[in-house]
């Protein structure tokens, strides 16, 4: 059975805080309250948006490893770790391209050798020494395919991680910065005041997007 990685839909999600600013540090001279929806200001900046597309592509490019190597189980581990490491280079060159490319059509080959031998009538003495091989390759692979799963599957969480701190950060500066300007002393989360005035997400997705 293919290992699968976990899928991250709905990646980032808000610390619940139900008041975000008590009025502390705020030059207003009467309580002024507001509302946001913190997580839709995170989904709807350019920030969460270009790192929900960096924890997809990184998604996509540990499943392309596995789906690979448990598809075409004669390469070797030697081969295997080369494309792993040559597919998660960040940034990839062209010459790490046209090596993924070669590769890939090495093992291709070596997996229609495989067929062939398959199929073949008065196999030899080295027919059969390739063939065992061949079912030697398979079973490392698939114990590869579990490595692979469990580290692929920490990457993506600590990645994730580091992504949806590094966002909530940037929203939460941009919000303390809008309701400064606006003299608000009280914002709470749309969760908890959901028919609450003043809504102060757009604004902020502003600011955030401006980094001012």
Do not use: C, H
Request: aromatic share 6%; charged share 25%; net charge positive.
């Amino acid at each position: 059975m293919k290992p699968t990685l976990k899928l991250y839909s709905g990646w980032i999600a808000a610390a619940a805080m139900a008041v975000i600013f008590l009025g502390s540090g705020f030059q207003a001279t009467a309580e002024k309250t507001g509302v946001v929806d913190l997580n839709k200001v995170i989904q709807d900046s350019n920030t969460g948006k270009t790192n929900s597309t960096k924890l997809n592509q990184a998604l996509a490019k540990r499943r392309g490893l596995l789906d690979f190597i448990t598809t075409y189980t004669v390469m070797t581990v030697e081969q295997a770790n080369q494309l792993k490491t040559l597919e998660l280079k960040d940034p990839q060159t062209e010459a790490d391209k046209a090596a993924v490319d070669k590769i890939k059509k090495d093992v291709q080959a070596s997996d229609k050798a495989r067929a062939d031998l398959m199929t073949k009538q008065n196999l030899t003495e080295a027919d059969r020494r390739q063939i065992q091989e061949y079912s030697e390759r398979a079973r490392r692979m698939e114990d590869l395919a579990q490595v692979w799963d469990r580290e692929f599957s920490n990457d993506l969480s600590n990645l994730r991680e580091q992504l949806q701190q590094s966002t909530i950060d940037l929203a939460k500066a941009a919000l303390a910065r809008v309701a400064k300007q606006q003299g608000f002393t009280t914002v709470l989360e749309t969760t908890v005041a959901p028919y609450g005035a003043n809504d102060l997400t757009a604004p902020t997705v502003t600011s955030m997007n401006a980094g001012r």
